[in-house]
């Protein structure tokens, strides 16, 4: 006989808002779009041909109550093409193993934030279980990356956004890890990046790798960092390479129990250790900066005998939804980062209680900070960040701040550089950002000029909804 039974009706999970910095929540998505022509407010100036690209995390599957967060999102790329004064938009997801399974499976089974204890009983063994691909959208050597901190690169197809294949530098990369956040050296054109964890020991084994300005691999050298603790960003000069270790630490023993896989630990310095780039990681010295706290880096140069590195720098838990390592949350006032200059003096004999100094910009409370890359690793003027206030630019010569006033509800994304022209003299240019509107659930690409952000925009290309909110990108020229 056969069964007429009806299966049980399917009950959707609630959709969580999803948790993200600063205390406050995100609506997910779930939305892959193409808008061609995008309605334009303004004139997109000329010399903007070219592409934005940027990423973010969205959850294609809910979120998981309070235990989930941003940083654990469904990697989702958008790209505004701008070509003539007219902009076109596209958003595709990923399509990294974690995204395809759990899509083939219609729900959510890998859950929290690199913690395979927490997943559904039936959730399929995938060795990359927390490639997310949802932090970096990076333009390197006419390719387009989705880069993530725990795991290599997926390479995606600049016009369609397709996703092609995983990058390990044709399978030369030891390290399990690439970071999020690399640079680019504007004069070698050398991409310098770093592996967190990268045997995945999770103990502080950190890998130093170095491309050409081809991507093939020419260095890759592994140290262990003082302790188990976050590295998002790191920093390159000229001179030296800047490795910074975050009081964020890993406990794989309270993963397993159903924790955070990274947890803050106010008792720790953040730690940071300066390699001459001519030397080995043997050469690395390291400095305690107790109190201070820093997920991104805006730049960092040498001089004589100094390293300057110019970061937000929060006095407490800049990742409020990882608690304490006491299984507390943490005060969400202390994730709050200003725009700070550190400066290491390597001079005379060094000792591990070497400290930097420590100098806040008054009224620069900000994070996402960017440069004019042409001037990345060098001593330079111009920085600008998504500040208290809106978009802000500081002036490091006169030390002035300015901005574009930008106020909640609606809410800016990290803020790009593009230059004038190839030539054009420093922080001579424009800021694109992305801006969601939640009152009106609209969104926007916003062009400002990089030299007069209290103007106003110089355009505005609006798309009809309010898109994800994404981490970090890139400007690709003429493509
Ligand atoms: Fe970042």
């Given amino acids: 006989m056969t069964d007429h039974t009806p299966a049980?009706?399917?009950?959707q999970p609630t959709f969580h808002p999803i948790p993200s910095f600063y205390g406050k929540s995100l609506p997910a998505v779930r939305l892959e779009a193409d808008l061609y022509d995008c309605e334009i407010e303004g004139v997109v100036p000329p010399e903007l041909n070219g592409t934005l690209y940027r990423l973010g995390g969205d959850m294609l599957y809910p979120t998981i109550g309070d235990a989930d967060n941003i940083i654990n999102g469904d990697g989702l790329m958008m790209k505004f093409r701008i070509e003539d004064g007219h902009v076109d938009f596209?958003?595709?997801y990923v399509r990294t193993q974690r995204y395809l399974t759990q899509r083939a499976a219609r729900r959510r089974l890998y859950n929290e934030y690199r913690n395979p204890y927490t997943d559904e009983p039936d959730a399929p063994e995938i060795p990359d279980r927390d490639n997310t691909a949802n932090t970096f959208a990076m333009w390197f050597d006419d390719r387009l990356f989705a880069l993530?901190?725990?795991s290599h690169p997926h390479e995606i197809d600049p016009e369609t956004l397709e996703t092609l294949e995983v990058f390990d530098f044709g399978g030369k990369l030891r390290s399990s890890a690439l970071s999020a956040h690399t640079k680019v050296d504007p004069v070698t054109g050398e991409w310098w990046a770093f592996g967190l964890f990268a045997q995945r020991r999770f103990e502080g084994e950190v890998a130093l790798i170095v491309a050409d300005a081809h991507g093939e691999l020419i260095r890759e050298e592994l140290f262990e960092a003082p302790y188990p603790g976050l590295m998002h960003d790191f920093a390159v000069t000229r001179e030296h390479v800047i490795f910074d270790i975050q009081p964020l630490t890993v406990d794989l023993e309270r993963a397993k129990a159903g924790g955070d896989f990274y947890a803050y630990d106010p008792e720790l310095p953040s730690m940071w250790g300066i390699m001459p780039r001519s030397g080995t990681v043997a050469d690395i010295r390291w400095f305690r900066a107790p109190d201070v706290v820093v997920g991104h880096i805006m730049n960092a140069y040498t001089e004589g005998t100094r390293v300057i590195v110019d970061a937000p720098v929060s006095p407490g838990n800049a990742f409020p939804f990882f608690t304490d390592v006491h299984g507390q949350p943490t005060d969400v006032d202390e994730s709050f980062a200003r725009i700070t200059r550190l400066t290491f003096d390597l001079a005379g004999?060094?000792?591990e209680h070497d400290e930097p100094t420590v100098a806040p910009v008054p009224g620069?409370?900000?994070?996402?900070?960017?440069i004019d890359d042409r001037f990345a690793m060098e001593k330079y003027r111009y920085g600008f960040f998504k500040s208290a206030e809106g978009i802000s630019r500081i002036d490091?010569?006169?030390?002035?701040?300015?901005t574009f006033p930008m106020l909640p509800p609606s809410l800016a994304h990290e803020p790009v550089f593009v230059p004038r022209s190839?030539?054009?003299?420093?922080?001579?240019?424009?800021?694109v950002t992305v801006v969601n509107h939640y009152h009106t659930n609209r969104g926007e690409l916003l062009i400002l000029d990089a030299q007069d952000l209290a103007a106003g925009p110089v355009a505005r290309a609006k798309i009809p909804f309010a898109p994800h909110f994404t981490f970090h990108g890139s400007f690709a020229r003429n493509v």
Avoid: C, K, N, Q
């Fill in 422 to 431: 190839d030539d054009a003299p420093e922080g001579d240019g424009f800021i």
């Fill in 8 to 11: 049980a009706p399917y009950r």
């Fill in 90 to 92: 596209r958003s595709r």
């Fill in 349 to 351: 004999e060094h000792d």
């Fill in 148 to 150: 993530r901190e725990d």
């Fill in 364 to 370: 620069a409370v900000g994070e996402m900070p960017r």
């Fill in 396 to 402: 490091w010569e006169t030390g002035e701040l300015s």
